[in-house]
Nanobody, 115 residues
Framework: QVQLVESGGGLVQAGGSLGLSCAASGTIFNYNVMAWYRQAPGKQRERVAI???????NYADAVKGRFTISRDNAKNTVYLQMNSLKPEDTAVYYC?????????WGQGTQVTVSS
């Protein structure tokens, strides 16, 4: 079993920065994929950024150049640094881990960007 615990988030003004972290515990295998998703009110959950064990990353077009995903494999932790935040970035952000065909989710953390 895998547990994901997110931290960070909160309220920030447009143009500001926030950082999220997500620590995974339980049975974590050497190869896995970690990602951040978000879900705004009335919208579907969308993937924001993804990072594999080796460090390769991919970003949604809406956040390219503003968000940075990183990971510490020794700590089984993934981070999301969010800069130049916009009101449209307001959402609940979820951590996600996939390994051996199984998917795990964190509880979500609210990010609110005021204009």
């Amino acid at each position: 079993q895998v547990q994901l615990v997110e931290s960070g988030g909160g309220l920030v003004q447009a143009g500001g920065s926030l950082g999220l972290s997500c620590a995974a515990s339980g049975t974590i295998f050497n190869y896995n994929v970690m990602a951040w998703y978000r879900q705004a009110p009335g919208k579907q959950r969308e993937r924001v950024a993804i990072i594999i064990t080796g460090g390769h990353t991919n970003y949604a077009d809406a956040v390219k150049g503003r968000f940075t995903i990183s990971r510490d494999n020794a700590k089984n932790t993934v981070y999301l640094q969010m800069n130049s935040l916009k009101p449209e970035d307001t959402a609940v952000y979820y951590c996600n881990l996939e390994q051996l065909g199984k998917t795990y989710w964190g509880q979500g953390t609210q990010v609110t960007v005021s204009s």
